[in-house]
């Protein structure tokens, strides 16, 4: 017994042990709670559409950390921002809403996301026609880009254009309409029926259409100018008077990559005796313009028989022979793989085939240099 140490003051060491050192203890976990904190709100304030504003009145972010311990010990950390700091962070004009809205706090210190509101005003439909004036660079082009219309309709509605479409010179006026469509005056005799027919248009949308004023009366008034929605305006045509007789100035130009004009087999190729390719097939196939542009021939070619002859500009024309018989006549446009005639066995020939000649500046050229 003697050698025991007694028990109860080795307790007592313990407690006053333990009581000396928690206010250290406490100190230190109270910082390290609070640096954590503190993180944890940095955090928070850099994330993407999140922000920390002070919710106090006093306009302080107070964040504070009471711990007790044995021997009422207490320590109390506070960490304070200036009002005056958090009001120039408000109020500075580099700062930004989050996206998707702004962050706000309760009264509880909780982060709320607020949508962000905007409303988006459509834009009103131009309904009134403009007279642009052409500037530096300018082509029909940029020019129907620039007011969401198409190039048809800029020519159209002027007619320097509908002659020349080319012809631009700075200074130049033009009329630009509000929608894709073609400008029309009014005749005497025109009536909506006769106006939608001809431009290919919908009479209802000529009447519905704001710029016409016709949706109560419907009445037209001669020298009245209308609108005509989508219409497209008939291809017309403009010659002029030379020493070599009269030629369209506005003719259809082709592209100068040919197509070939029927379906057969070919019986003869090009020779310096045979200026052309001879293609074999029943009486009465079709047979197609090979590039658009306009007839300049048409009827009995003596040995050629029954022909068409189509301008493509650029210096090319193309000759159709031996046909049995031709839709087009002199000055009429055509377009790429237009219908023109049927295959025959007029004028000189063995058998029903299509005589197909390609010409370039007036002398004939191999076809099989330009058909695909």
Not at 67 to 72: A, F
Not at 212 to 240: D, F, S
Request: glycine share 10%; charged share 20%.
């Amino acid at each position: 017994m003697a050698d025991k140490l007694p028990t109860l003051p080795r307790r007592r060491q313990g407690r006053e042990l333990v009581n000396a050192l928690w206010p250290h203890v406490a100190r230190y976990a109270a910082r390290l709670l609070v640096l954590g904190l503190a993180i944890g709100v940095a955090v928070a304030a850099a994330a993407p559409g999140l922000s920390f504003r002070p919710s106090l009145p006093q306009e302080r972010a107070t964040l504070g950390l009471t711990t007790r311990g044995l021997g009422g010990v207490q320590t109390q950390i506070m960490e304070s921002q200036e009002a005056s700091e958090a009001e120039e962070v408000a109020a500075s004009p580099t700062s930004s809403a989050p996206r998707g809205g702004s962050v706000l706090d309760d009264s509880e210190g909780l982060l709320v996301k607020v949508p962000a509101l905007h409303t988006t005003v459509p834009k009103r439909p131009r309904t009134t026609i403009l007279t642009y004036t052409v500037e530096e660079g300018d082509n029909v082009s940029t020019i129907a880009e620039r007011f969401d219309i198409d190039t048809d309709t800029v020519v159209w509605a002027n007619e320097k254009l509908e002659e020349d479409p080319d012809y631009l010179v700075v200074g130049q006026q033009l009329l630009i309409l509000p929608i894709v469509g073609v400008l029309h005056t009014v005749k005497e005799g025109d009536t909506i029926e006769s106006i939608a027919t001809k431009y290919k248009a919908d009479q209802q949308a000529i009447i519905d259409y704001e710029f016409n004023h016709l949706q109560e009366t419907g009445v037209l008034k001669v020298g009245q100018q209308i609108i005509v929605p989508n219409g497209q305006k008939p291809y017309q045509l403009r010659y002029v008077y030379t020493d070599k007789g009269m030629i369209a100035v506005n003719a259809p130009q082709g592209s100068g990559r040919f197509m070939w004009p029927t379906n057969g087999y070919i019986t003869n190729r090009y020779a310096p005796d045979h200026l052309g390719i001879d293609i074999g097939a029943p009486v009465g196939t079709p047979v197609y313009a090979s590039d658009a542009g306009v007839v300049t021939s048409v009827g009995s070619m003596g040995t050629y028989g029954l022909a068409v002859i189509i301008d493509h500009g650029k210096g090319f024309t193309t000759l159709y022979a031996h046909l049995s018989m031709y839709y087009p006549t002199v000055g009429t446009p055509v377009r790429k793989g237009q219908a023109i005639g049927k295959i025959g066995m007029t004028g000189k020939t063995t058998g029903p085939h299509l005589h197909f000649e390609i010409r370039y500046g007036g002398g004939a050229v191999n076809p099989a240099r330009y058909l695909p």
